[in-house]
């Protein structure tokens, strides 16, 4: 693990702001720190706090076309996570998704 209890401490009591105001991406942080601790109900609770405060996470169709204009700006969605995210396992073989997985 990078953060010693100490910085672990000072993650968890981080806000919004301190990421740029990115709700999902301070949630994402939340979880992976939780699951580190062992509190794995909690890691599970902010990992579905991020997933809903996403700016993505309406239904698979409005999502391909979200992640279409997001992906060329500052986001926190990898390529390799849309290949293994079971969540997009609907837009699986859709054309324009598989394009933007390959980076194309």
């Not at 209890?5 to 990421?19: H, I, K, T, V, W």
């Amino acid at each position: 693990m990078a953060l010693d209890d100490a910085g672990q401490r000072l993650a968890l009591s981080a806000e919004p702001d301190a990421f740029d105001g990115d709700r999902a991406t301070w949630g994402l942080v939340r979880a992976q720190l939780f699951h580190w601790r062992g509190d794995t109900v909690a890691a599970r609770v902010w990992g579905d706090t991020a997933r809903g405060t996403s700016p993505v996470s309406c239904g698979p169709r409005r999502r391909m076309g979200s992640y279409t204009r997001s992906m060329g700006s500052r986001f926190h969605v990898s390529r390799a996570w849309l290949r293994i995210d079971p969540s997009f396992a609907p837009l699986r073989g859709d054309a324009r998704f598989e394009r933007m997985v390959a980076g194309q």
